[in-house]
């Protein structure tokens, strides 16, 4: 198993160049709230889920634009507003469930709505929760939203419930913000999380 050492409470810059792979760039996107700003992203697969994420984050404030076959152009301005996002999207897109950790470096309190997205069978959303708790950020369930709740964020060394990508992305997420050094042990190793 891997084990990731975040060291957070550093400003993102950088350059990384992504494979084309959906997973990769759509974590990738999920994490562009926390980036204030132009970011340009090259080798983004041209596919449905990556435009829902898009619908998402343009629905939120962000400007996002295509400028070449597999290139994209994002701005953000720092001026995100929840009240706006395009609930039809984010509904169907399991993924966006990687907002709850890069929302919460931007938010102390706020909603999303419950996703479903997946055709794969039903996946809990528990090793999120939990993982986003280490870090000092409370998720509670209602009928159809999860409310967010954001206390003082530290690094943390923590195993995670369960070894899953998307769970570990959303605990990477939450913990670049993070004062201090966060180690999650049986984070999941694969490509996507990596590349994130």
Known sequence: MSNFIINGGKKLKG??????????????????????????????????????????????????????????QTVNHGKINLNKINKESYEKTRAAILLIGSLSSVFDNFSLPKISGCKLGKRTVSPHIIALNHLGIKVKRTNNLFHISRGKTKGSSFTMYESGDTATENAVLAAIMAKGKTKINLASPNYMVQDL
């Open 15 to 72: 350059t990384i160049k992504t494979n084309s792979a959906k997973n990769s760039a759509v974590a990738i996107l999920c994490a562009l709230p926390m980036i204030k700003g132009k970011t340009i992203l090259t080798d983004m697969p041209r596919i449905e889920e990556i435009n829902r994420i898009i619908e998402i984050l343009t629905s939120l404030g962000l400007e996002i634009s295509w400028i070449g076959p597999h290139t994209l």
